[in-house]
């Protein structure tokens, strides 16, 4: 192929690879661990502990393994996509049948010392899946309904199951990062028309045979104004502290509302409200356009490389991290319900912060092999 | 390599459109936060420097029970209280101290505040007093400087518009328990009932309802400055009984002064239309507690007035137990309609000789003449013939020793023996246990509401289950129709020996319950007597001539008892009487039955969906 000569072959000793590595990209994730760092400085009363210290090491370590897995080449990564994937759905099953039940709900599976959220794994393996499947998908295949059946259901299967647990925020992000991939991958307008105008329907069909304490769960979880001393307190609460922000904030450690506990869970799913509180409406602007531009730095690798399926993997991790930084903050504004979803990088937690390192571990690799020969067989053929 | 490039091209399209719609949400968020931070930013902060929003949950009333035709049976009252919230008063021991200067404290109740303090969160009001007076009320608004954290609201109390005449259908409602509060935090609200007894305790989470919860701006020292945000509670879903409570009145007026209980049931499809025992006691009591003296007289009244004899009352059936006999000897082909057996007045069997309960005998009777007469004698020997075994599984499938689907906590099993059981308790069957058991007597225990299960099945030929709810919400539940019940698996032609018998009874003469007859000719009643001995008679007594129940102390004369079915060619009502130590079926149960029978076949509730409201005004106390 003639094209193929025109591609730069990139050196595949260590040091080339090495200087091959989006390093602004990384600043910007230091800048974000480093915005995390003061927050829980300050949450944890003006002091590094107990937070701020393990969430430096935290960082220092998970920024090894992305190195790590940056140097890993893309095409190795995808021969892993689909057992990842089946990884993926054997450790949802276990979560299911043993996993440690916590605030009513099956999440977290213990490996030893370490407590992981299948999910969370689950959506990074779920995004090198459909990209393996799409790599293979010419224009004309795409047209083709029967080849989209196999994704759906590698969507179907785990978002499935995370519902079980019952984790309806989490399921509901995947599906919705399912459906980012679909259509980054070229389906058609219409197809999407066709799969989500059921979606009401069907929802009220299953809502109408839950049983009644279901029922219940779900009404709680879209109506937590209903619950204005449990989930709601927390908004209010959290809205209140922001209000106190103002434009300027209350300056460094100054954030009354955080100190004296009338935040709940501050250091994790409200870690933001301690920015908005502290530094104002000018600080927490400044955050989102760090996280703005964490994502459009991910979709630029996305743009720039050159084989299908580094392309469809940037952008689903992009869109995860999209999606988790979304439903944080507006949760923290009381735009959308309680979903218990961190701010990646800045929240406190380590197991979600590995997860989310070794999801920009990949995207690094993306970036290093951007270039590399990564034909689809049967268009060469 | 066309076709890559399209599919780059598409991708690119699609990537930035992704990216663009990201920015765009990001960018909503930002304006969001702008508008929390900076716009509404200075209400959130006065909100945030003066300790903000107060939150508190209301309590929702509870539903209503009412009876088939919609008269309450409970219902709320306005209940004026004071409760104290902790996180508004500066001191909250000097606020109590000033409360009992005005409207006195006991030690108890000082006690329980101070828990409830320490055990609830600061925003949520501690009851202190309720069933205020008007004067009380006012002392305390008028002192109101002086108590810094106390507030008057209006919370609701039960009430029980028939009192002690529905008590044991209904039931009561009690403070929750901190067990309770454990599981719903809706209970640990000050003046929240939960259900104890009763319709009460068994609709007990669908009456309670959802809490409400009112959103307060304060000020520094805890002071309303204003409501922010109001969601009223849900009230609980009323409960709509079968019971009609006119016929209620009507049985309790029927059943007198005695210790007694009696049941009606639509017996097409199980509902119960009253449910009556005597003595009982007044259900509000519970609403703000029982005192001790009170307990203890309840307690030890030997005619029990806690208990509700209709379900959880334990009799032997007497002869009343004779139709599933006659019917397990049928069913098993142990006995025909036509076999004659003779009846000297005993029967001897292993060295033991059991009376008839007529001295001289009653000769030659068929199955009909012996249901008719209530001989002992034949039913000895249908019992001889068709085995324990056999009549216990016929008596359990009639709904007698056996847990019945009823709606309404606490029944009792009762007993029907059989070989097995007796073997577990060590002892072996003999002969004679399964002879007093054929007419009774011995280990069989019912109760009152299985005998007039009993007597629906026998007549309708369907396997009634008796209930009490009738409507939820005011959506009717399923068991009104007849064909929602299955068929007994008996045929009519058998069922129709036993009828006849029960017929015979009251309307032919020399049955043994003339006293049952109707007044009007045109309908008729089939029923059966039953006279429970609750001790052993000894030969010697019996025979020195001298043996008259009646010259017994109370506590030592049989039960009556009398069941009843109408009318006789159209199976409607089924009714059964219990009068504890009454003596004779046939005198003290049998009118009394006869005249709940007549009062219902007056009203005939069954057949009217909406009450006259003049028997409704009538109806209430």
């Not at chain 2, 097409?268 to 029982?290: C, H, K, Y």
């Not at chain 2, 009823?406 to 029944?411: A, E, S, V």
């Not at chain 2, 000719?521 to 001298?546: D, F, N, Y």
Request: charged share 20%; aromatic share 8%.
């Amino acid at each position: 192929m003639m094209d193929r000569r025109l591609w730069r072959e990139p050196s595949f000793d260590l040091m080339g690879k090495v200087l091959q590595i989006n390093w602004l990209y990384v600043l910007l994730l230091c800048c974000l661990a480093g915005v995390g760092y003061v927050a829980l400085y300050s949450a944890g009363g003006g002091s590094p502990e107990p937070y701020a210290t393990r969430h430096a090491m935290r960082f220092a370590f998970g920024l090894l393994v992305m190195l790590a897995i940056g140097l890993v080449d893309i095409r190795v990564i995808a021969k892993l996509a689909w057992p990842a994937w089946l990884g993926g759905v054997v450790l949802l099953v276990l979560v299911l049948r043993m996993g440690h039940v916590g605030k009513g709900a099956q999440r977290w599976l213990e490996l030893g010392p370490l407590q992981m959220q299948p999910s969370e794994l689950m959506k990074l393996a779920l995004v090198l899946a459909l990209a393996a499947w799409f790599h293979k998908a010419s224009w004309q295949r795409m047209g083709n309904p029967l080849f989209l059946i196999p994704p759906l259901i590698a969507v179907l299967i785990p978002v499935g199951l995370i519902l079980k647990e019952p984790n309806l925020g989490t399921a509901a992000i995947t599906a919705m990062l399912g459906a980012c991939m679909f259509f980054a991958a070229g389906v058609r307008w219409w197809k999407f028309l066709l799969v989500t105008l059921p979606i009401p329907l069907l929802a009220q069909f299953v809502y109408g045979h839950l049983h009644d304490y279901q029922r219940a769960r779900i009404d709680t979880f879209l109506h937590p104004e209903s619950d204005p001393l449990g989930a709601g307190y927390n908004i209010i609460q959290s809205k209140i502290a922001l209000g106190s922000g103002g434009m300027w904030g209350q300056g460094f450690l100054q954030g009354t509302q955080a100190h004296l506990d009338f935040l709940p869970e501050k250091q994790t799913d409200f870690i933001f409200t301690i920015i908005g509180e502290e530094w104002g409406f000018v600080g927490g602007v400044a955050v989102m356009a760090l996280l703005g531009l964490i994502i459009v730095g991910g979709m630029l690798i996305a743009l720039r490389c050159r084989h299908q399926f580094g392309r469809l993997v940037a952008l689903g991790i992009s869109c995860n991290f999209f999606l988790y930084v979304f439903v944080n903050i507006a949760m923290v504004m009381g735009v959308i319900p309680v979903g218990g979803v961190p701010l990646p990088l800045v929240s406190h937690g380590g197991s979600a912060m590995l997860t989310v390192m070794v999801g920009f571990g990949v995207l690094m690799s993306v970036h290093v092999h951007r270039d590399v020969e990564f034909p689809t067989k049967r268009e060469d053929g | 390599m066309k076709r890559d490039v399209e599919r780059t091209g598409v991708f690119t399209r699609r990537a930035l459109l992704l990216l663009g719609g990201q920015l765009a949400v990001l960018g909503t968020l930002g304006s969001r936060l702008y508008q929390v931070q900076v716009r509404e930013g200075a209400r959130y902060n006065t909100l945030a420097d003066e300790n903000r929003i107060s939150a508190r949950m209301i309590a929702p009333p509870r539903g209503r029970i009412l009876d088939r035709f919609g008269t309450p049976v409970a219902g709320n009252i306005t209940n004026w209280r004071a409760v104290l919230v902790a996180e508004q008063a500066d001191n909250v021991k000097a606020t109590l101290d000033a409360f009992s200067a005005l409207l006195p404290l006991s030690e108890y109740e000082r006690v329980r505040i101070d828990r409830e303090l320490h055990r609830r969160r600061k925003f949520i009001p501690v009851l202190v007093k309720e069933f205020l007076t008007w004067d009380e009320m006012a002392a305390i608004e008028v002192n109101a400087p002086d108590l810094p954290g106390i507030a008057v609201d209006a919370g609701t109390s039960r009430s029980y518009p028939f009192g002690s005449q529905l008590a044991h259908v209904v039931g009561y409602v009690a403070p929750p328990n901190e067990a309770d509060v454990a599981d719903d935090p809706l209970l640990a609200l000050p003046g929240i009932r939960i259900g104890r007894a009763g319709m009460e305790k068994y609709h007990d989470l669908g009456l309670r309802g959802r809490a409400g919860a009112v959103q307060f701006e304060v000020n520094a020292v805890g002071r309303i400055i204003r409501e922010l945000d109001r969601q009223e509670g849900i009230q609980g879903e009323d409960v709509g009984l079968t019971i009609d409570s006119g016929l209620q009145l009507s049985v309790l007026n029927s059943l007198g002064d005695e210790s007694a209980s009696a049941v009606v049931m639509d017996c097409r499809n199980g509902e119960v239309l009253a449910m009556a025992t005597n003595p009982s006691f007044d259900p509000s009591v519970f609403n703000s507690g029982v005192s001790q003296a009170q307990w203890l007289q309840w307690t030890n009244d030997r005619r029990t007035p806690l208990i509700n004899k209709a379900t959880s009352g334990l009799y032997a059936p007497g002869s009343t137990f004779k139709m599933a006999v006659a019917l397990a000897g049928l069913e098993s082909k142990a006995i025909t309609p036509a076999d004659r057996i003779n009846c000297p007045g005993y029967l001897d069997l292993g060295g033991t000789r059991f009376h008839c309960w007529r001295k001289g005998g009653h000769g030659m009777l068929n199955l009909r003449g012996g249901l008719k007469n209530s001989c002992d004698v034949f039913f000895y020997e249908v019992a001889r013939r068709t085995g324990i075994d056999h009549i216990a599984t016929m008596a359990n499938r009639l709904g007698l020793g056996v847990e019945l689907d009823l709606d309404l906590p606490g029944q009792r099993t009762g007993l029907i023996p059989t070989r097995e059981w007796r073997i577990g308790q060590g002892h072996a069957w003999n002969i004679g246990d399964t002879i007093v058991s054929g007419i009774g007597q011995g280990y069989v225990q019912v109760t009152p509401l299985q005998l007039c299960t009993y007597v629906s099945r026998v007549a309708t030929g369907r396997v009634v289950q008796p209930h009490l709810t009738r409507k939820l919400a005011g959506v009717l539940q399923p068991g009104v129709e007849p064909d929602d019940w299955p068929m007994l698996g008996m045929t009519d032609k058998m069922l129709n020996n036993v009828r006849e018998g029960m017929w015979a009874v009251v309307n032919e003469a020399g049955g043994t319950a003339p006293q049952a007859r109707l007044a009007d000719p045109s309908v008729q009643l089939a029923g059966k007597t039953g006279s429970a001995q609750v001790r052993r008679v000894s030969r010697e007594l019996r025979e020195s001539g001298h043996f008259d129940s009646d010259k017994l102390p109370w506590e030592y004369r049989p039960h009556a008892l009398f069941v009843a079915y109408a009318p006789y060619d159209a199976p409607r009502y089924a009714v059964s009487v219990v009068i504890e130590h009454g003596n004779a079926g046939a005198t003290a149960a049998g009118p009394v039955a006869r005249d709940i029978m007549a009062a219902t076949l007056r009203r005939d509730p069954a057949n009217r969906s909406v009450s006259p409201s003049a028997q409704v005004a009538d109806a209430r106390p």
